[in-house]
């Protein structure tokens, strides 16, 4: 059983180009969380999702930030007009949803802006 | 979610327990002790939660204390694969099902 699938593992952007980063849950997980991580810093909520909703978008920036979970195919958070603060590790994760209590994290997606 | 307290970091040698303390005064009847580690350039890993009584797993094995204001992940002996951040996350059994992690305990192994 394959765990939390994230690609691409680093992506590298230039100041104003968009940045899609994927995250395939792992089989039979209808739930997503999506994390950042800056340079020697914890990891900070961004989103959590089910399919086709979004549930708690409570870490999300206000701008260029959109996450979706379409009914087939992968996570994607969608970052718009990349600018150097967005350079980070971005941790996709997916569960049962309740009562798994447990969380199963991706490798992540190192992006960095330059 | 209720706030949690860890040490900055800790240090242990190979082939010994170690002891990994993790205070969380304002802990609710509902919350749940979570704890998570990450390796250097991986994402988090589960490891251990419970709510009252202690638990053992494969892993590890989690302490909490009688009023619930702290618990201890012991790591009953200590590998080089075991370095890593430790962090202790509480979670409402009712709300949100998303998990906020602190700084938790960057964990050195010396061989």
């Known amino acids: 059983n394959a765990g939390v699938m994230q690609n691409p593992r680093h992506l590298v952007r230039r100041r104003g180009q968009e940045a899609r980063l994927r995250c395939s849950p792992m089989?039979?997980?209808?739930?997503v969380y999506w994390y950042r991580q800056l340079p020697e810093e914890g990891l900070k909520f961004m989103v959590y999702l089910q399919k086709e909703n979004i549930i708690d978008e409570s870490g999300m920036p206000k701008e260029r930030f959109s996450a979706e979970f379409p009914k087939e195919g992968p996570s994607i958070l969608r970052i718009q007009q990349v600018v150097r603060g967005d350079s980070a590790a971005y941790f996709c994760?997916?569960?049962?949803?309740?009562?798994?209590?447990?969380?199963?994290f991706g490798s992540g997606t190192q992006l960095s802006v330059l | 979610d209720a706030k949690t307290t860890q040490p900055n970091s800790m240090e242990s040698n190979e082939e010994e327990p170690v002891h990994l303390p993790c205070n969380h005064s304002?802990?609710?009847?509902?919350?749940?002790i979570h704890w998570y580690r990450q390796l250097p350039s991986q994402g988090p890993e589960y490891v251990i939660h419970g709510l009252t009584s202690n638990v053992n797993n494969r892993m590890a094995s989690l302490a909490i204390a009688e009023d619930r204001k702290s618990s201890t992940l012991i790591l009953h002996r200590a590998t080089l694969r075991d370095a890593a951040v430790y962090y202790c996350?509480?979670?409402?059994?009712?709300?949100?099902?998303?998990?906020?992690f602190g700084q938790g305990t960057r964990l050195t192994i010396n061989p």
């Open positions: 089989k039979g997980h209808s739930h």
């Open positions: 304002t802990i609710s009847g509902t919350d749940y």
């Open positions: 994760a997916s569960s049962l949803g309740p009562p798994e209590e447990k969380l199963f």
């Open positions: 996350i509480l979670r409402d059994d009712q709300g949100a099902q998303k998990l906020v």
